[in-house]
């Protein structure tokens, strides 16, 4: 942390944790301290929140792949989709220099998670996101991003 701080070709710090993690402490003291020395260094930290997961009973390609003509009906409940150890939010209010990057609505809609949208598959397996799926977020990603920077 401190050989990062001290570097001078570094403009920010974009940052992500899986919300599924277990910690011996407070989680979220944790990383507001860790984001509060980066800060004290100069490099403003943005901090993406972890995305929602498929049940886990199966892939979510797999279930398209049995449901080619009604991909919907492998689309999950947004309501216990997040993983409960997500300390994003929290993290952010200790340390609030910090910009939270929130992508939820791009994953659940109305209460509701598909698994594609349009022709494209989110996940590439019981909870990592397709690399095309990421790749059509890039735009919002950048305008959110930028938002972020104008904000601090």
Known sequence: MDDLA???????????????STFVSDPAQ???AAW???EDAGLPVYAIVD????P????????????????????FPEKG????GDATKAAAKLEPRV????F??????????????GNVLIYRDKHHISDTYMSTLVPVFGQRLQQAIDSK
């Open 6 to 20: 001290k570097r001078k070709d570094i403009d920010a710090v974009i940052t992500s944790n899986w919300g599924g």
């Open 30 to 32: 944790g990383l507001a």
């Open 36 to 38: 509060g020395k980066l």
């Open 51 to 54: 995305t929602p997961r498929p």
């Open 56 to 75: 886990q009973d199966s892939y979510a390609r797999d279930c398209v792949e049995q449901n080619i003509n009604n991909p919907e009906a492998c689309s």
């Open 81 to 84: 989709a997040y993983e409960k």
């Open 99 to 102: 910009k939270v990057l929130d």
């Open 104 to 117: 939820s609505d791009q994953f659940c809609v109305a209460g509701t998670c598909p698994v594609v949208v």
